[in-house]
Structure formats: C-alpha cells, structure tokens
C-alpha cells in the first residue's frame, strides 16, 4: 500500500509561481511512474505532467513551458514547480503513482490563480 500526500498549493496572482509537493510513504520501492493531474469544470481530471523512475518527463501542452516536475527517487518525494500562472490553472491539483497493478492517488491540494 502506498499513501500520497500533497502540499504547496494556495491562492496565487496572476504571473505568480507555486511548487506543489508530494510526499509518498508506504510500499514505495515499485513505484515506477508519479505524475499530476488536476480537476477543475474546465479541466476534468486532466493530466498536468509525469515523471518516470529514470526521469523521463512527460507534460501537457498547457503545462509545456511553465511547469517543471522533477523527483527525488530516494524517497519518491515528487514536486511540480508551476511559473507564469493563469487564471485557468485553477484546480484541485492531484499527484498519483504507479506501481505494478496499482495506481495511488492522493487526496489533492487546491491551487486558486486570481488577483
């Protein structure tokens, strides 16, 4: 069992910057993919970026750019720097990881870009 808690998120203005953190702990040794996603009216759950175990990166275009994931393998420990923040990236920002017939997901964090 692997459990994932996110951190980092908060209201944010327009241009502005944040670094999301997620924290896994548990049977985290078969991780092999973690990644984001974020949920929103406008964004259903929609893919933001994914790191692999050998730091193959993997983003959307929206997030091509302006948003940098990165990982520390040692303890799977996952962040996405997010620059140059939109209104539109407003979501419910989740990290999720794979491992061998699983998929984690953790509970979210909350990302607001307004002035």
Request: charged fraction near 15%; proline fraction near 4%.
């Amino acid at each position: 069992q692997v459990r994932l808690v996110e951190s980092g998120g908060g209201l944010v203005q327009p241009g502005g910057s944040l670094r999301l953190t997620c924290a896994a702990s548990g049977d985290i040794l078969g991780i092999s993919v973690t990644g984001w996603r974020r949920l929103s009216p406008q964004h259903q759950r929609a893919f933001v970026a994914s790191i692999s175990s050998d730091g193959a990166a993997n983003y959307s275009s929206s997030a091509k750019g302006r948003f940098t994931v990165s990982r520390d393998n040692a303890n799977v420990t996952t962040f996405l720097q997010m620059d140059s923040l939109k209104p539109d990236d407003s979501a419910l920002y989740f990290c999720y990881a794979i491992a061998p017939g699983q998929m984690y997901w953790g509970p979210g964090t909350q990302v607001t870009v307004s002035s």
